[in-house]
């Protein structure tokens, strides 16, 4: 009788072991933890400050009663058109006569004075102002010619650019003036001369013409009623010469400098207007935020630098979301701030070298929200994780989400 090796006894046995085996390795090998993945990238990097801001009218005249009498209703509204010295903003009946005329008539005299005074210093002023004007346009002229040849660096270049445009405003600005001081002046001497030949009576009613030519922004005082001298009435101005006044925390305003260049969005227009930051204001005032927190803010006033025909539609007091550019460079080392964390006190972050994330310490730059620009650590190409959970650690075994 042939009996059977004890292999052929365990042969049929062995394949269903071996499957079973793998099963159970299979089972309980560790498996890849599916994460999601970014590249560490160069390129170009910009960091803002993002604030909203309102648009306001540079330069704006707030007509007052010259007089006491009684004002007849203004029939303006705000956007009507006005010319210099051409249109009647408003009517005054002056009031009987009465004991105080002769005090009327020295105060009448005095404001002679005053308005030729100021007069004069808005015309030196305005002088000046042309004078500094024609030599930063000077020095633009000959900026753009040595920035041509190489001689002067970019940076150079837009600080002289954006002095030629500060000096071109306060020329505005200055002329402005000007032409309110002369308006004032004209208006005193009208007044004095009102009197006739030293007596106590005023004659006939007072039109109250508009001292710049521009649109109506404000009607202060519509109906008709008994003013005094000095009361606001109308408010003129330059409605398509704007300016934006935006309202930063006192900690963010340090961080602007004039000449930054400024993105101003969701102002109602197909694509964003292009500003420079003109001036910050020198002193911070407190402002009480909606959760009831004092704050302290500072003014940064930009300049918008789109033509006119970019932004016909834009008014006075109009809201905008300004973002102001503090720091940029066109080629920087940069990786999402979703894939950095802080390990003790350092950055860190989980790079992926053949499947498998290793721990890395890194020096941080600049962030904007959501780029963070890398000093050390990375280099570009290489993979790093996003958000990693509690599951990943250094050499896990990670996969593509």
């Known amino acids: 009788m042939q009996h ?9 046995w062995l394949i269903p072991a071996a499957i079973g085996v793998v099963a159970l390795a299979y089972a309980f090998w560790p498996r890849r933890i599916p994460v999601d993945i970014a590249t560490v990238t160069q390129g170009p990097m910009r960091v803002t400050i993002d604030e909203d801001g309102k648009t306001r009218v540079k330069e704006r005249y707030m007509v007052s009663a010259p007089l006491s ?5 203004i029939e303006h509204d705000p956007g009507d058109a006005v010319e210099a010295n051409q249109t009647v903003l408003a009517v005054i009946d002056p009031p009987p006569a009465n004991m105080l005329d002769a005090r009327a008539l020295a105060e009448a005299t005095s404001r002679v004075s005053a308005a030729e005074a100021a007069r004069s210093q808005a015309a030196s002023q305005c002088d000046a102002a042309q004078e500094s004007h024609a030599l930063s346009i000077h020095n633009l002229e000959r900026s753009k010619a040595l920035f041509g040849r190489g001689t002067v660096t970019r940076e150079e270049f837009d600080t002289v650019e954006h002095r030629e445009r500060i000096l071109a405003s306060e020329l505005r ?4 003036a000007e032409r309110v001081a002369e308006h004032e002046l004209n208006l005193a001497r009208a007044m004095l001369a009102r009197f006739d030949n030293g007596s106590s009576t005023v004659s006939d009613q007072w039109e109250l013409r508009s001292p710049v030519s521009g649109k109506v922004l404000r009607v202060l005082q519509e109906s008709a009623t008994l003013v005094e001298a000095g009361d606001a009435l109308l408010e003129v101005g330059d409605a398509a010469d ?8 006192s900690s963010d305003a340090v961080q602007v400098r004039p000449g930054a260049r400024v993105s101003l969005e969701a102002w109602g227009g197909d694509r964003p207007l292009v500003g420079s930051v003109r001036y910050v204001e020198p002193a911070a005032y407190l402002k009480i935020s909606a959760l009831g927190i004092e704050e302290q803010r500072v003014n940064v006033i930009v300049d918008l630098l789109e033509p006119l025909e970019t ?15 503090v720091w940029e460079s066109p080629n920087v080392l940069q990786v999402p701030v979703g894939a950095l964390f802080r390990q003790g006190d350092a950055w860190a972050t989980y790079a992926i070298e053949a499947g498998r994330t290793r721990l890395r310490t890194v020096k ?6 959501v780029m963070s620009a890398i000093e050390s650590g990375l280099s570009a190409g290489e993979q790093v994780v996003l958000h990693p959970s509690d599951k990943v650690a250094d050499c896990t075994r990670v996969a593509e989400r």
Do not use: M, Q
């Not at 059977?4 to 049929?12: D, H, N, Q």
């Not at 704007?242 to 925390?249: A, K, Y």
């Open 4 to 12: 059977k090796s004890p292999l052929k006894k365990v042969a049929p």
């Open 173 to 176: 600005s200055a002329e402005f």
């Open 69 to 73: 009498g009684r004002l007849r209703r």
């Open 242 to 249: 704007l300016e934006v006044e935006v309202d930063l925390l």
């Open 311 to 325: 932004r016909l539609r834009l008014g006075d007091a109009y809201r905008v979301e300004a973002k102001i550019t």
């Open 364 to 369: 941080v730059g600049r962030s904007n929200g």
